[in-house]
């Protein structure tokens, strides 16, 4: 389990998250979403311990994470945006990295290496983005570890992969095991996550399973909004509009999360 | 307290093993190209030192000194140990790198002690057999080569190092003044992100510069009439056992520095941010 308490943290000076609470529950996978600069990496590089708060109190499974405790780190892996790419084939990467992770599965690794037809005896340094990024997020679910911090996972992916990395990820991820998945490409994850997190103005706007939003909110294209007169939420497209109404007999849609993250980030009352 | 989460020997030997494997040719190539420039060192000391042109034109054999070969042993040894050093932690020179080496399931004791033992305690002694071997070497061939005919090398052993004549006392103070200079670098290694050897230098010589003028200050303050410009006047006393008070004072420094320098390296690690 993740539990901040009133976490304030200023990044070079400039406030970046002021009193934030979460708290995250492991057998489920999270979208974290947020504008350009919310501070998604920051709160992942918390959770991980590569940042100290100011103030506040983080736990993760009773470990304060900047203490990075080995028993705490073996628990955790986090697939950054910014990878790092030593001068190593891919075989020499798992045998060096692996042996730090008590629970890594060396065939689980073939086999998602397989199915993003990465193979091992390529270089790091002479594959492309996406490939390391398919690599790293290989090599991440292979570890096994209880939490798993995924950064623009799908950032360099081509169509292909991306559903294949869905389909892995889908596959691999334990009911005990917690993943947090930091993107901009919702369209990519919608179908993946339990749960929303939605951070903006330094504080978290949004944190809803999937299921209560779907219970409560009803997403639909329309031609005219006329018709309707308790939209919580609208926004013109291409078909007419796409709005947000508050769900009536047990009618449930299915969540564009485009257009649930507009309406948070742009202050409108959601009554969950 | 789990003394386990700060030092386990399993994870140590696991990370020493990681390292060793990780940076193995960064280390070879190092320790070759350190081999190559210490015996065309060597040769050149042998065929260099002033006594032996003296001596030369007198016609007579020179015993090269076991003392030129210490001296150039300690000083070529702390150039050496100045770069060893000063590039330990080679993962904080990239952000990338840094996540990596500091989200790694090891304790930041083992990662600081990792380095204080591949860079301080096993190239010491490493250093001293290359040198040892290396002069042999090129003994060996500079008497083959025969082109300065009447050169005696006396036949040192690895330790003839340590037989340098001088007090016990200041071989101790000597020993841990290198340790508390290697500190210094590794304290520079953690807290520097890029060019951290030549941020290295320019502290240091900022430091000493300052303490220059610091001295240069006071003695213009107590000593107005003895110095002139920028010199320095320093009071000292004899202590009890013959020795002098300002040196007593830099032994103080160059021993324990180190019991400050070296905590706080790993102070350092521990609040290591990306």
């Known amino acids: 389990m993740i539990c901040a308490k009133e976490i304030t943290f200023n990044y070079k000076n400039k406030p970046l998250f002021k009193g934030l609470n979460l708290n995250l529950e492991c057998g489920n996978i999270i979208g974290l979403f947020g504008k350009n600069g919310a501070g998604k990496t920051s709160l992942l590089k918390l959770i991980t311990g590569l940042l100290k708060p100011n103030a506040g109190d983080f736990?993760?499974?009773?470990?304060?994470?900047?203490?990075?405790?080995?028993?705490?780190?073996?628990?955790?892996?986090?697939?950054?945006?910014?990878?790092?790419?030593?001068?190593?084939?891919?075989?020499?990467?798992?045998?060096?990295?692996?042996?730090?992770?008590?629970?890594?599965?060396?065939?689980?690794?073939?086999?998602?290496?397989?199915?993003?037809?990465?193979?091992?005896?390529?270089?790091?340094?002479?594959?492309?983005?996406?490939?390391?990024?398919?690599?790293?997020?290989?090599?991440?679910?292979?570890?096994?570890?209880?939490?798993?911090?995924?950064?623009?996972?799908?950032?360099?992916?081509?169509?292909?992969?991306?559903?294949?990395?869905?389909?892995?990820?889908?596959?691999?991820?334990?009911?005990?095991?917690?993943?947090?998945?930091?993107?901009?490409?919702?369209?990519?994850?919608?179908?993946?996550?339990?749960?929303?997190?939605?951070?903006?103005?330094?504080?978290?706007?949004?944190?809803?399973?999937?299921?209560?939003?779907?219970?409560?909110?009803?997403?639909?294209?329309?031609?005219?909004?006329?018709?309707?007169?308790?939209?919580?939420?609208?926004?013109?497209?291409?078909?007419?509009?796409?709005?947000?109404?508050?769900?009536?007999n047990n009618t449930e849609t299915k969540i564009d999360l485009e257009l649930l993250f507009n309406a948070v980030v742009s202050h409108t009352e959601l009554n969950f | 307290m789990n003394l386990q989460q700060y030092f386990d020997f399993n994870r140590f030997y696991k990370l020493l093993k990681f390292d060793l494997s990780f940076n193995s040719k960064k280390y070879l190539t190092f320790l070759g190209v350190l081999i190559i420039v210490l015996f065309i060192l060597d040769l050149i000391l042998l065929d260099s030192t002033s006594n032996y042109r003296i001596l030369e034109n007198n016609n007579r054999a020179y015993f090269y000194r076991k003392s030129d070969y210490q001296v150039s042993l300690f000083i070529t040894f702390l150039i050496a140990l100045f770069l060893v050093v000063s590039s330990s932690f080679p993962a904080f020179r990239k952000k990338e790198s840094t996540s990596n080496f500091l989200l790694l399931p090891a304790s930041t004791?083992?990662?600081?002690?990792?380095?204080?033992?591949?860079?301080i305690l096993i190239f010491s002694p490493l250093f001293i057999l290359i040198f040892w071997v290396d002069f042999k070497l090129a003994s060996i061939i500079y008497n083959l080569l025969d082109f300065k005919k009447d050169i005696l090398i006396p036949d040192f052993t690895v330790w003839d190092v340590f037989s340098y004549k001088m007090k016990l006392s200041d071989k101790v103070v000597i020993l841990l003044s290198i340790l508390s200079f290697a500190s210094y670098l590794l304290v520079n290694a953690v807290h520097f992100k890029k060019n951290a050897v030549l941020k290295t230098i320019v502290v240091f010589g900022i430091f000493a510069f300052t303490v220059f003028l610091l001295n240069v200050i006071l003695s213009h303050l107590f000593l107005p009439n003895e110095v002139n410009g920028f010199d320095v006047k320093i009071f000292h006393r004899y202590l009890e056992n013959g020795l002098r008070s300002d040196q007593f004072c830099v032994y103080v420094i160059g021993l324990f520095s180190s019991l400050f320098l070296l905590p706080l390296t790993y102070f350092k690690l521990k609040e290591k941010q990306v």
């Open chain 1, 59 to 248: 736990q993760v499974e009773n470990y304060t994470p900047f203490d990075r405790y080995p028993d705490f780190l073996r628990e955790i892996y986090f697939v950054s945006e910014e990878m790092y790419q030593p001068n190593l084939t891919l075989k020499k990467y798992i045998n060096l990295y692996a042996s730090f992770y008590a629970n890594f599965d060396k065939s689980k690794m073939q086999n998602i290496l397989e199915e993003f037809e990465l193979k091992d005896s390529y270089k790091l340094q002479q594959i492309s983005f996406g490939q390391k990024k398919k690599f790293m997020i290989a090599f991440a679910l292979s570890t096994n570890c209880k939490y798993l911090f995924l950064d623009e996972p799908t950032n360099g992916l081509d169509i292909p992969s991306k559903s294949v990395f869905r389909k892995v990820l889908v596959n691999s991820v334990d009911d005990d095991q917690l993943v947090i998945i930091s993107t901009h490409q919702v369209k990519d994850i919608e179908n993946l996550i339990d749960d929303i997190v939605i951070l903006n103005d330094g504080k978290i706007a949004l944190h809803k399973d999937i299921n209560s939003i779907s219970e409560k909110i009803q997403f639909k294209s329309v031609a005219n909004t006329t018709n309707f007169d308790d939209i919580i939420y609208q926004e013109k497209s291409v078909e007419g509009y796409k709005i947000m109404l508050p769900a009536k």
């Open chain 2, 109 to 119: 004791f083992e990662k600081f002690l990792i380095q204080f033992f591949i860079r």
